[in-house]
């Protein structure tokens, strides 16, 4: 009997070398295997370093304004040449990153906290509660998102924090019905059912059970929205409806600089490719941790 | 079929309503008084009463919306604030425009983004494919208001080969028929005329083009790779098929339903994105149109142009829901 026992725990111990690796751990190791996802994440930690030294490296300030030097190409003085006031463009790129990526984050933010709680409430309750959610879903989704922010931003009026609610406003029915959907499928398992049969409060089995197994989606869907919520931003501000002048905002930097378009490019490129490279970032980033936490959305 | 129609268009009177109530509230949600807002902080209290009651703010707002629904139902999209005339009738050749811009947009983004997911299906993992796909992501990444401002400077600025702004040459204006130019000139026999809209229409719509192009470009290339890995393929292959036929009658078909999934959402957001376009080409179009009325604070304007472009955004998610069983017969709907 106690050789059998002991046969029995030969055979339970788990060498070293084959325990199981933490699931993080995995997810860690086949995002740094994807190049592009890397360069990314690369792309979008310079923009945050950028963003957070901006004041210590910054040559100039993003307002300090030099008439004498107006519309000056780029130089050894000032990198990315200077714009129609004569500010230094490369130092209000450096302090735009600040913006964006606060505008990016926070607005995201905002739409993940209100869209995760509408998506979990419609999708355990159901009933007319979903109903009702979802039809408002269904009304915001029937707007071309940059046409929902003007509307919102109309009401509230133009600036960079009203352009921000606005971002928000209108991805809150993205993320609403991707959690919806997943919790919908996610009541159905027998460890929900289990928390009802032993008398689990509805707010502890939503936040402690279906939330956690619900977000994955979420954090995918997030690094992909940052990326359109930096260009809606950019939008905004470019039709004047979201940084209000000195603000170095880069859309509101392209609006500012179309009229010098032929005696000076260089104050319209050097913004749009931070534009661009700041979206590809997130873009690339959101791809690489897309197949990574949700390999069924891979296409 | 029928009932499924039937269905699918019932389902979109309470979408309708839900989006007049939040173009409704652009004006109503205005804190403080909207008629101070709309005349700015110099009008006379005079002007502010005239202008309140004008938008009939001095009544309940159920009534309002309630005469608002009414007005809508006759087809009436109320007055301009800034030209005093009536939106539905001079907001039609800014449609007509805007929706000259956004097809042609339409047709370049689906014939090069469906080709060039297909090709880079086909040589995957080739040259080619690495280059359409790396372009595909810049494509999506890129502001489309950049795009059309460098697009300017380079083709018509600095190379000279294409007109900066507008849609016509204004020394020999073209008489409107049906404000589409394209069919305008050709129906007035005017080929030169023609030629100068092609011309006008070639920046602009190809910067409206880029991201629904990458975005069709990538879908193609990853519904092809599915179906071409299929065993009805390989048989196809297997009986000595060419490759060409392979992939663009017998492939093609079945990846075609995410695709047109894609292609429809992105002709909505063209309507979204013809804002930016139009701002930066001076196109005389829907976009133009609510982006002087903002400037403006000319409301009614701005409910109107809303409405108007999310509405058809709606239709063409209706039509294209519709064609999904044109193209794949294999789903139905009435059960």
Known sequence: ?299 | MFTYTVRRILSLIPVLFGMTLVVFAIIHAIPGNPAQVILGQRATAEAIATLTRELGLDRPWYIQYFDYIGQLFQGDLGTSLRTRGPINVEIWPYLAATFELTLVAMIIAVIVGVNAGIISAWFSKSWFDYVAMVLALVGVSMPIFWLGLMEQWAFSIELGWLPTTGRENVRDPISAITNLYLIDTLLQGRFDQFWVVVQHLILPSLALATIPMAIIARMTRATMLEVMRSDYVRTARAKGLRMFWVVYKHSLKNAIIPVLTVIGLQTGLLLGGAILTETIFGWPGIGRYLYDAIAYRDYPVIQSGILLIAAIFVLINLIVDLLYVFVDPRIKYNK
């Open chain 1, 1 to 299: 009997m106690a050789e059998l026992a002991k046969n029995a725990a030969d055979i339970l111990v788990i060498p070293a070398e084959e325990k199981l690796t933490p699931p993080w751990k995995e997810a860690l190791k086949s995002f740094y295997k994807n190049k592009l996802a890397v360069v990314g994440l690369g792309i979008v930690l310079f923009f945050i370093v950028i963003a957070i030294i901006a004041p210590l490296v910054a040559p100039y300030g993003f307002k300090e304004q030099v008439l004498a030097d107006r519309m000056q190409a780029p130089s050894s003085k000032h990198w990315f040449g200077t714009d129609d006031f004569g500010r230094d463009i490369f130092s209000r790129i450096l302090y735009g990153a600040r913006i964006s990526l606060w505008v990016g984050f926070f607005s995201v933010l905002g739409s993940v906290v209100v869209g995760t709680l509408l998506g979990i409430v419609a999708g355990y309750y159901g009933r007319w509660v979903d109903a009702i959610i979802s039809r408002v879903f269904d009304v915001m989704l029937a707007f071309p998102s940059i046409l929902l922010a003007i509307a919102v931003v109309s009401i509230l009026g133009p600036s960079l924090r009203n352009a921000l609610i606005a971002i928000a406003v209108i991805n809150i029915p993205n993320f609403g019905r991707l959690v919806r959907s997943k919790v919908l499928s996610v009541k159905q398992e027998e460890y929900i059912m289990a928390a009802r049969a032993i008398g689990m409060k509805d707010s502890r089995i939503l936040l402690r059970h279906i939330l956690p197994n619900s977000i994955s989606p979420v954090i995918v869907q997030a690094t992909l929205a940052i990326a359109t919520a930096i260009i809606e931003a950019a939008a905004l501000g470019f039709l004047g409806l979201g940084a209000q002048p000195p603000e170095p905002e880069w859309g509101k930097m392209l609006a500012d600089s179309k009229n010098y378009i032929t005696q000076a490019p260089w104050t319209l490129f050097f913004p749009g490719v931070a534009i661009m490279l700041t979206v590809l970032g997130f873009n690339l980033m959101g791809d690489g941790l897309r197949d990574v936490l949700d390999p069924k959305m891979k296409q």
